[in-house]
Nanobody
Framework: VQLQASGGGLVQAGASLRPSCAAP????????TAWFRQAPGKEREFVAA????????YYADSVTGRFTISRDNAKNTVSLQMNSLKPEDTAVYYC???????????????????WGQGTLVTVSS
């Protein structure tokens, strides 16, 4: 499954962005789809995930209440609505997908086999 992430950009603190993840020619049905991010000099970290079948969602504590992950059946995309952005949200955001996750493995990047190329989000203070 090839994933394509888009929708990053440069914004000021407090603004919003909505990156999206698509799987051209494939469906996310049956998959968990997640967003991870990696800031310069830091390890990749979990941001949010969604289970396509029942729309269960999972969030990192650092984004709970500010970010919302959602799916669009018609467009076969998964989006990450990011509100109240902070400078510490600056990172390359990657989407990932795989099957057979549980509430523990869904947050762990090593459990995902399919990754997008990343989209840069820069939040200025």
């Amino acid at each position: 499954v090839q994933l394509q992430a888009s929708g990053g950009g440069l914004v000021q603190a407090g603004a919003s962005l909505r990156p999206s993840c698509a799987a051209p020619g494939r469906t996310f049905s049956g998959y968990f789809t997640a967003w991870f991010r990696q800031a310069p000099g830091k390890e990749r970290e979990f941001v949010a995930a969604i289970k396509w079948s029942d729309v269960s969602t999972y969030y990192a504590d650092s984004v709970t209440g500010r970010f919302t992950i959602s799916r669009d059946n018609a467009k076969n995309t998964v989006s990450l609505q990011m509100n109240s952005l902070k400078p510490e949200d600056t990172a390359v955001y990657y989407c990932a997908a795989d099957r057979g996750m549980n509430s523990e493995s869904v947050t762990q990047s090593g459990h995902y086999d399919y990754w997008g190329q990343g989209t840069l989000v820069t939040v200025s203070s």
